[in-house]
């Protein structure tokens, strides 16, 4: 079967680490899912020699059947799950989209790339080392930052209050749309269409 790419969510797991901010992409793909289940096809696929748990996902919206992922080699190693998932799959680095936290956007708000630094992200730093290129996608989901900057471990890996919690909620909705756009009209539509829609939300 001929896949469009693979979209993995990066967070750590265990019921110690759900609703952190970290797990952000977790709760990315808990959300794609439950689209696909409503209006498309899902099929979850045994993931155990890649470290993660896999799924088979079809959506009208994605205009073709991709891969989607929840590496389970906890956060810091995530590119040892990714990089062999992507060579099983004879998938090029740039047929992968990542879903991660952003300590550099605000609460609410999101972007999308392909490419760059991994400022400090150590699932991003593994998954560019393993591939051994940093081109890959990047939906990137704000938590903001702490005040001080010997917080960010407690703070990624803490739970936000109830008013942020549900800012992030609505980010990761509004990334199901940008992930949407990506698919239908490419990558520079979907890197402005992260730009404006956390403004709309609001309006």
Known sequence: MEYKGIIAGLGNPGSKYEGTRHNC??????????VARNTGDVEQLA????????????????????LVTRPQTFMNLSGLSIQPLLAWYKLRPDNLLVAHDELDIPPGELRFKMGGGNAGHNGLKSITEQLGTPNFYRLRIGIGRPQYKEDIIHWVLGHP?????????????QALEVLFIFADQGL????????????????
Not at 51 to 60: F, G, I, T
Not at 161 to 173: G, P, V, W, Y
Not at 192 to 199: G, T
């Open 47 to 66: 993931g155990s020699k890649f470290s993660c748990e896999l799924w088979r996902v079809r959506l009208p919206q994605l205009h073709g059947c991709w």
């Open 161 to 173: 209050d109830t008013i942020t919690a549900q800012k992030i909620s609505e980010a990761r909705s």
């Open 188 to 203: 520079e539509k979907a890197v402005h269409a992260a730009k404006h829609l956390d403004k709309n939300q609001t309006t």
């Open 25 to 34: 992409g977790f709760a990315f793909v808990t959300d794609l899912l439950a």
